[in-house]
């Protein structure tokens, strides 16, 4: 039998939730060719995964896709994508104004062997209450099951990019307060974190710039579920967030998780 080629051997193994754990845990992202198209342009979308917003592409995969669509002035409108397509995309922008490309995943689930490689996971995420919290369950340390789920946001500046950043009703996501485009040089990146529509606290929100050495920055979101990110270098930025909790989010799944996790990200240009 011939050699598989590579997107279709990576179509395959999402649909078929054959990720490897660092694969899992770590960062996803949409990353726009273009984030300041003139209007009517159309700009190809790349679904990325990795760390340190460095990350392998991977294409798109109807049966792992939930939403993918885009959100301007006029309303949102379903991305029309091929299975396999790597870039995921080409994304019309008919309209000036500040769009929003919306991306969920579909639940998955993943298994981490040993108590030791969960932790390594949990690290630098803010969430060392988990293994505490975990013990306490009497829970297994080994064979730790996982379900977690995307959400992934990227802001385009089309035209004169008028317009603001909101909430769009993903169960886990953030907000930046306002147009990041018309941020001063610099000022801090102000932004808001909702679950399932409400302000969360304590979450720790991440921005990653390519330019930075000292990438990420980080702050912790307040009772109102707010954070200010300072220091943060033009460029392309991506801020990344996650929560988790105790459960499964596929409760019809076979083997319950002991843990679900609920992925944000947010993408833009900073001037």
Not at 74 to 87: F, S
Request: aromatic share 8%.
């Amino acid at each position: 039998m011939g050699r598989i080629p590579k997107f279709v051997l990576s179509a395959l193994m999402l649909h078929c939730g054959m990720h490897a754990a660092p694969v899992a845990a770590h960062e996803f992202w949409l990353d726009m060719i273009d984030y300041a198209p003139k209007p009517g342009a159309k700009v190809p979308v790349v679904q990325r995964t990795g760390t340190n917003f460095l990350g392998d592409s991977f294409p798109y995969v109807r049966a792992s896709s939930k939403r993918f669509s885009v959100i301007d002035g006029r309303g949102e409108r379903v991305i029309k994508a091929i299975e396999g397509d790597d870039p995921a995309a080409d994304v019309a922008f008919p309209n000036a104004g500040l769009a929003i490309v919306v991306y969920e995943r579909a639940a998955d689930t993943l298994t981490h062997a040993t108590m030791a490689r969960f932790i390594e996971v949990l690290e630098g995420e803010g969430l060392d209450h988990v293994p505490a919290q975990h013990r306490a369950m009497g829970w297994p340390e080994t064979d730790i099951r996982e379900s977690y789920a995307r959400y992934a946001k990227a802001l385009v500046k089309v035209g004169t990019g008028q317009g603001a950043d909101r909430a769009v009703g993903l169960r886990f996501e953030i907000v930046v307060d306002g147009n990041p485009y018309d941020l001063a040089r610099n000022a801090d990146i102000p932004v808001r974190v909702f679950h399932d529509g409400r302000p969360v606290e304590n979450v720790l929100v991440k921005a990653f710039n390519r330019a930075d050495v000292q990438s990420p920055r980080s702050a912790r979101t307040d009772v109102e579920g707010r954070a200010s990110i300072s220091g943060v270098s033009a460029g392309e930025v991506l801020l990344s967030a996650v929560i988790m909790m105790p459960g499964d989010l596929k409760p019809a799944s076979k083997s319950s998780s002991n843990w679900s996790s609920l992925w944000a990200s947010v993408t833009f240009k900073r001037p």
